[in-house]
């Protein structure tokens, strides 16, 4: 027995030793008391989620900023804005010569890939848009779009030959994609593109890297064969400025849109088109080809289903968004949990104060936060793995019903996931930097950033408010298929299968009676699930009534987004998250010891999310009397205050080094005084006197002496 013991307890030493060398401890310091009241070993999370080839490949990004000058923080203070586009574009071309990951590794695994994005998008977002626009965004819209003859251009972006934008948007049309009205009218004499913008309403507007470094762009324009006759939307490659000298090309009108509320790293810009003429193989034909006489031809019969196909690349961006969001998410409650765990304000007795974070309320505020990053950070993944999964069928040329079928699935859940993670991250900064009271109003600590950076991310790739009824618009055809068609509900990712059950779901009502019931996460999925189920059938019979009334389906859709589309739309992509949350928590093979505090996590991101449908869950029986609201208001607040214990260390889990963070307000030695007076002495001229000084002193107003002009 004893040579048992003794040989398990050396594998312990020697794990431990290993999970040291690999995650080195934090400092000692005033956190420490958090850390030790955790009921998890946060370097056991931290390898079980991410995997110690992860961790390492983590570790090589961030020591590989950190060591180089070109990545140093406030080097510079209040940068101009051509200097913070420079910069950002020569971080944007050092990212490109480290390669911290190759196409085969990429090929390999590619999750590795969206950890390269989240460590760029924690460093700075604007060098993760700037670089992902070129190297994501330009290069799969030509990859996915076009075929092997636009392989060169993909190419020559790796190799920095051109520079790449997206160009979709113009400056009379964002979301109605359909209407775009720049042209590109086929010569067959000369096998040429003509491309017109044909007013300056027409003009390509709010481009990524179009402002100032962009060579070539995907410029989206109604193809017109020589017969007259237009074709819609298809997608050309574009080349805008000369690669040698970065000046606009003949018939290419470029400039930039300047200041922006915030990435202002990423030069956005406008172009106007005038004549200008492209070859023939610039089209991107993957949905539509011309002869060189001018025929078009297209394997898309459906113009409906040709114009989906044609922004098939969007759904790429959307997912990329979902994973960049959560890392502001993280980046935000990080700084808010180390300071709220450091600050001390009032106490029960004169001679004590407490943490800030033994409040309840602001444990109500931001523990829902750290729950939501981590189902998100969960749900963003997944997702991910499953756009890969459609990718490689698309490069394999699968013309299967089921490939078909995911991308329908996908496009749906990247058009609300989009939705859902950027403004949780939006809500989320915005409390992190109340929470962070008025230190968290200082530049310096970076929540400023972090919310302004964020807050494009519910605009662009499409308007969260419009992408939202992609999703429901998905979520009704089935109810079509299942009345007309008769066949099950099914879907490749399983997100809609439970739909199959829809009556008996909508028979149930809420099970819990006491908070410890409600602790399970299965009782808020079920509540989704009877939610997504009632909000489904009350928006197809908005829908059906709207029509009976006279409305055409136009109008009948418009009508039935508030309170009904929109809110399946999010009510269902938030039950997907918590599906796939509940799913990794109660798996065998996540650790037993880690099991508690991932459930409690998983209970509190289903109850607090649904806690803002307690409206509709009485509206529609699910709920009756005073019990269930009480129930889940109490079972909130439990979990809050149990997680509360756990946050600091739950935050070690997730958040990147001081150096990344960049905020000293919460750094990992917690010494949230000695830090931020550091930092603002360290600022420049900060004890001088202004260089305007003599205003004041010398030249005294002559009061009264401008009222007679008044
Ligand atoms: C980490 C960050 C990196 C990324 C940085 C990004 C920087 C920003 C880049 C940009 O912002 S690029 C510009 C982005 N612009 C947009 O996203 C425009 C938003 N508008 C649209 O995508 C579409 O026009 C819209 C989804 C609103 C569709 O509008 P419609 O009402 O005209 O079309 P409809 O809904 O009837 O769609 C026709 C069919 O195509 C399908 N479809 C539409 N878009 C699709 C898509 N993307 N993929 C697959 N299918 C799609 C759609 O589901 C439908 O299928 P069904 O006939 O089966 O119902
Ligand atoms: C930082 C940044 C970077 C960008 N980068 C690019 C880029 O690289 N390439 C590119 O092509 N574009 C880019 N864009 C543009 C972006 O994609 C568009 O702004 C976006 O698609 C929304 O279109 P819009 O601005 O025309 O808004 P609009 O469509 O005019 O929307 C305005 C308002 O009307 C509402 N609305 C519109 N239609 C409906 C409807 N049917 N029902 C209900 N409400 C509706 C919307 O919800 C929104 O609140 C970028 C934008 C930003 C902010």
């Known amino acids: 027995m004893a040579s ?32 030790e009241k955790a009921s998890f070993c946060w370097k056991q999370l931290a390898l079980f989620l991410d995997g110690e080839d992860v961790i390492r490949f983590k570790k090589t990004i961030f020591t590989a900023l950190e060591n180089d000058p070109l990545f140093a923080r406030n080097s510079e ?17 050092r990212i490109m010569e480290y390669d911290f990951i190759t196409m085969d590794e990429a090929m390999a695994q590619p999750l590795k ?29 030509v990859a996915s779009t076009g075929s092997e003859r636009h392989s060169a251009f993909v190419e020559q972006v790796r190799s920095m030959e051109i520079f790449g934008c997206f160009a979709l948007t113009e400056l009379s049309h964002g979301s109605d994609a359909k209407h775009m009205k720049t042209k590109a009218t086929y010569d067959a004499d000369a096998k040429e593109f003509i491309l017109n913008s044909p007013d300056f309403e027409a003009a390509n507007v709010g481009v990524g890297n179009m402002g100032k470094t962009a060579t070539h762009a995907v410029v989206y324009a109604q193809l017109c064969t020589p017969d007259g006759k237009c074709h819609g939307l298809h997608a050309f490659v574009v080349q805008i400025r000369d690669p040698k000298t970065l000046m606009s090309m003949p018939g290419v009108m470029v400039g930039d849109m300047g200041l922006k509320l915030g990435l202002n790293g990423v030069d956005n810009g406008f172009a106007i088109f005038h004549n200008l003429r492209i070859p023939k193989e610039n089209l991107l034909n993957h949905t539509g080809d011309i002869t060189p006489t001018g025929n078009y031809t297209s394997s898309f019969k459906d113009p409906k289903q040709r114009f989906g196909a044609s922004l098939g690349s969007l759904a790429s961006g959307r997912v990329s968004i979902t994973n960049v969001v959560v890392c502001n998410l993280k980046l935000a409650i990080c700084i808010a949990i180390r300071f709220s765990a450091t600050r001390r304000q009032f106490g029960p007795r004169d001679d004590e104060e407490i943490p800030v974070l033994e409040y309840q309320m602001q444990q109500w505020r931001l523990i829902p936060y750290l729950a939501a990053a981590y189902a998100l950070d969960h749900f963003s993944k997944s997702l991910f793995m499953n756009f890969v999964e459609f990718h490689v069928g698309l490069l394999f040329k699968d013309k299967s019903a089921r490939q078909a079928e995911l991308g329908r699935e996908i496009h ?67 109810v079509t298929v299942k009345h007309e068609d008769k066949v099950p509900i ?44 009632y909000l489904l059938r009350e928006s197809y019979k908005k829908l059906q009534k709207e029509k009976e009334n006279g409305s055409s389906d136009f109008e009948a859709r418009n009508n039935s987004q508030v309170y009904y589309c929109r809110s399946l739309a999010l009510a269902f992509i938030e039950c997907t998250v918590l599906q796939r949350y509940h799913e990794y928590t109660q798996d065998s093979s996540t650790p037993s010891n880690l099991q508690p505090v991932l459930k409690r996590l998983c209970a509190l991101y289903g109850l607090w999310s649904l806690s803002k449908y307690m409206a509709v869950l009485y509206q529609g029986g699910y709920c009756a009397g005073e019990q269930p609201g009480r ?53 420049s001229k900060v004890l001088e006197r202004p260089s305007w000084w003599a205003e004041f002193c010398a030249n005294k107003p002559n009061i009264g002496s401008l009222r007679p002009k008044l």
């Open 4 to 35: 048992v013991s003794t040989t398990s307890a050396k594998r312990d030493s020697h794990e431990q030793n290993h999970l040291d060398l690999l995650l080195p401890d934090l400092p000692k310091g005033p956190l420490s008391m958090y850390r």
């Open 412 to 478: 749906a859940l990247s058009c609300a996931s989009k939705p859902l993670a950027s403004w949780t991250a939006q809500h989320g900064a915005q409390e992190c930097r109340e929470a962070c009271g008025g230190h968290g109003f200082l530049a310096m600590n970076r929540l400023g950033e972090i919310r302004n950076d964020n807050d494009p991310n519910c605009t662009y790739e499409g308007d969260n408010n419009v992408l939202l009824q992609q999703t429901s618009n998905y979520l009704l055809s089935w």
């Open 631 to 683: 129930v889940i208001q109490h079972t909130i607040l439990d979990l809050c205050g149990t997680l509360k214990d756990d946050a600091v260390a739950l935050v070690d889990v997730i958040v990147p080094p001081d150096f990344i963070l960049n905020s000293p307000i919460a750094r990992a030695d917690g010494e949230l005084y000695k830090n931020l007076w550091t930092t603002m002495l360290q600022g």
């Open 113 to 141: 890939l969206l950890v390269l994005f989240s460590c760029l998008a924690m460093y700075d977002m604007s060098l993760v848009v700037k670089y992902l626009l070129n190297c994501q965004v330009f290069t799969n819209a």
């Open 77 to 93: 203070e209040h940068l101009s804005l051509e200097r913070c586009r420079e910069l950002t574009f020569l971080r944007c071309k």
């Open 490 to 533: 099914e879907s490749p990712l399983g997100s809609v299968n439970f739909l199959e059950r829809f009556d008996d779901i909508l028979g149930q009502r809420f099970p819990a009676s006491t908070v410890k019931d409600c602790m399970d996460s299965s009782v808020a999925l079920a509540a989704y699930q009877w939610l997504v189920c």
